[in-house]
Structures are given as structure tokens and as C-alpha cells.
């Protein structure tokens, strides 16, 4: 009988051991299989799956893993406005992307995966979405200068446009947010996020 009891009781020790250790595994390993922090740039050639404005699944290193872009927030994915960052971001997507970590960041509170997202030709995807207008910046990253000037562009281009009530002919200080809006991403440039009315109820608020 006490050798029953030792044997059970050696059984449950070993069990409690061993779920120990798998959380302690558990903890070491970045969710979804994504890349660990200080594992370089990466390029993405194949599958781009996008979620939202700021927000795409893609395979890296043969794994699928969600990738957030630094220093951006979109508006809600089944918003007007979401939807048009949501396109935009299928558009710029296309031919592949070159990911590139940042020093302060690895993963958000939604536990993606942080990187800087750039096109193969070298534009920013942060700041291309900020300069049209379809994200807000919201102070992060080391680029965190570049895509606050994006925005400001953008907000630039939107008054000159209420002002005008029509394409602003760029002067002034208008001139280098409205050249730049006008060439930032390919086809039609969408309408500014200020003259569309987004809402602070619009934007995501860490679902």
C-alpha cells in the first residue's frame, strides 16, 4: 500500500515537473512563429495576407506570423475609412516588402510582430499611409519624426483643399506636402483623413 502511494505520488511530481518546463518553453517562443527579436531584416516575397490598415499576416522564415507596422494606428477595418487604408495597404503590399526591426519595439500589447515595413523600391509604408491620409502617427519607432512630418503633409493638403473647395495649386507652405501626397502611393491618391470626418470611435482601440 505505501509503495502505491509513493509510486502515485512520484507520478504527480514528474507531471507538475513537466508542465513547469513546458511553460517555461512556452514563454521563451514568440507567438505564431514569428521571427525572435534581434533576428535582422527580413524580406517578404510570397503570401500577404492584409487585416487592416496597419496590420497583414505574411510568411517569414517559413512561418506565418502577424506583422504590425511601427507607428501607425488604423481606423477599424470595417469603417469607410478603414477600408480605405485597408486597400491601400493591399496596393503598396504588392511585390514584396523588406521588414526591418525596430530598436524599441518587438512586439505590441496585441502580441504582433513589430517591424518597419518598406516597399522593394525603398518607400516606408508608415509614411506612405500617414502622407495620404488613411492613418494617424502615434509618437513610436525611430522613424517616428518622418511619419509625424507624413502627417502633417497630409493635414497640409487637407486645408488647402477645404480653403480651395477644389485641387489646391501648391504654394507656400502647402507645396511640399501637396507634391509629395500627389506621388506618394500608386493609383488615385485618397481623400485625407481630417476632410473625411474619421471619428475618434473610428480608429482601433487594441481589440
Not at 9 to 21: G, K, T
Not at 38 to 65: L, N
Not at 115 to 123: A, P
Amino acid at each position: 500500500m505505501v509503495g502505491r502511494r509513493l509510486l502515485l505520488l512520484l507520478v504527480v511530481l514528474v507531471s507538475v515537473l513537466a508542465m513547469s518546463s513546458n511553460a517555461a518553453v512556452a514563454d521563451r517562443v514568440p507567438p505564431g512563429g514569428a521571427p525572435r527579436p534581434g533576428s535582422g531584416p527580413k524580406d517578404v516575397t510570397g503570401f500577404v495576407r492584409v487585416i487592416k490598415g496597419d496590420t497583414f499576416e505574411a510568411y517569414v522564415d517559413g512561418q506565418r506570423s502577424a506583422i504590425g507596422i511601427v507607428g501607425i494606428e488604423a481606423p477599424v477595418a470595417n469603417t469607410d475609412c478603414g477600408k480605405q487604408a485597408t486597400a491601400q495597404l493591399w496596393a503598396l503590399a504588392k511585390g514584396g516588402l523588406r521588414l526591418e526591426e525596430d530598436p524599441h519595439q518587438a512586439y505590441d500589447h496585441r502580441m504582433r510582430r513589430m517591424y518597419h515595413v518598406k516597399r522593394r523600391d525603398g518607400r516606408d509604408l508608415a509614411e506612405e499611409l500617414s502622407r495620404a491620409g488613411l492613418v494617424r502617427a502615434i509618437g513610436k519607432g525611430a522613424d517616428k519624426q518622418q511619419i509625424a512630418d507624413a502627417e502633417s503633409d497630409a493635414n497640409r493638403y487637407a486645408v488647402a483643399v477645404a480653403d480651395s473647395d477644389g485641387d489646391p495649386q501648391p504654394d507656400g507652405d502647402a507645396e511640399p506636402g501637396a507634391h509629395r501626397m500627389r506621388r506618394a502611393a500608386p493609383g488615385p491618391v485618397p481623400e485625407p483623413r481630417r476632410r473625411l470626418g474619421l471619428r475618434s470611435d473610428q480608429w482601433h482601440q487594441g481589440d
